[in-house]
């Protein structure tokens, strides 16, 4: 079977035993079950097809490329395990640096939450995971919902939906539906959070669409009295789409955290440069890759061992990507140890770089650097 062979197979076949159509994920979540019962020798993974292999389907995959001793610790970080889809114009990927996201599993924990909804987060959805499973303390438990079916593999149906951001659609119908209605609205809709890393090409509109859909799903489990709450949400998006965030949600600010994501494939990364150009030229009217990597514009990738992408002081770009979220900024601690400080004017922390502006009364820079005041514009303004 070919990778993208698996990823077109329908999401209903027919059950041999009854004539009924059944989702393809509780298919796929007891191959699963089967898998994880195997002694070690016998775990395996063809990379060619993306699947993990039973005994039965050894003769398939003889001459692909087999991953053998899968094991269980394997099992639990499909993102590392899983190949990048093959066509890159469609899917590149792009997932979140683990420090980052060890950064945000921590905030989550320490901001009272029990539940996060992952909306195309599966690095997110698997730390949450790997806490719960080692934490006897830690009570978080998630939902992914990702367009990539590829994970459905690895999760039952009641921790992964596969799912379509762009139009709010769930590819197994009421039953997966149901099963993220249930997760919103548990303990009347208390303790959860959104989380979601759009890909950044794609438009905020449709976006804000779908977000809202989700945010009605969760207001039906709200009672009377909390009928004004808000479903909290942290959006990862670059900071040049803030005013366009800002339009469909005015309540959401922009944190000064920047985010790193990992690159998962060299192909990807020319692809991505390409993407990120296209965005930037529309923003600044940039036209080539080195004119927007003169001004810091390229997101900053978190490579050990690549010395322009690379975190720290011998990195030399900084990244563009921030959250955006509808919680009080005050009450979301941001590292001391990677630079952020706490500014009591503007009640939030911020990066060192961006001092506080007595002018204009706030910490103005959006891009990591340190801002100036414009006296004839009367506002600061990029460097």
Known sequence: MQQNEFLL?????????????????????CRYLKFIELPLSQRKFCQRCQQLVLPDDGEKHREHQ???????????????????LENKKTNA?????????LFLVDLLSTLGFRRVL????????????????????SNIKSLLLDIDFRYSQF????????????????????????????????????GVIMVTDPPFGGLVEPLAVTF????????????????????PIFWIFPYFFESRIC??????????????????????????????????HFHRRFICVDEAMKYGCMLEVDYDNHALYKHGKTGRKQSPVRIFTNIPPNKIILPIEEGYRFCSLCQRYVSRE????EHCNSCTSKDGRKWNHCFLCKKCVKP
């Not at 076949?13 to 994920?25: E, F």
């Not at 195309?120 to 719960?132: D, F, M, S, V, Y």
Request: hydrophobic share 40%.
């Open 247 to 280: 339009q469909f949600f005015p309540s959401f600010c922009m944190l000064d955290y920047q985010y790193f994501i990992t690159l998962i494939s060299s192909m990807g990364e020319i692809f991505y440069l390409k993407m990120l150009l296209i965005i930037i």
């Open 118 to 137: 992952c909306v195309g987060t599966p690095r997110l959805h698997e730390l949450i995971r790997l806490k719960a499973s080692g934490d006897e303390k």
């Open 155 to 190: 999760y039952m149906e009641d921790s992964f939906c596969h799912y379509n951001m762009f139009n709010h659609h769930f590819f197994d119908g009421k039953a997966a539906l149901e099963v993220c209605r249930t997760f919103l609205q548990e303990d009347k809709g208390e």
């Open 212 to 231: 809202k859909k989700l945010i009605a799903m969760w207001k039906e489990g709200q009672s009377q009295e909390n009928n004004r709450k808000e479903l």
């Open 9 to 29: 197979l329908t999401p209903w076949v027919m059950c041999s035993t009854n004539l009924k159509y059944i989702p393809l994920c509780f298919v796929v979540s």
């Open 354 to 357: 961006n001092q506080h502006c």
């Open 93 to 101: 990927q792009y997932l979140f640096a683990d420090r980052s996201c």
């Open 66 to 84: 087999i991953v053998g001793d899968v094991s269980i610790t394997q099992l639990k970080r499909p993102s590392q395990l899983l190949c990048p």
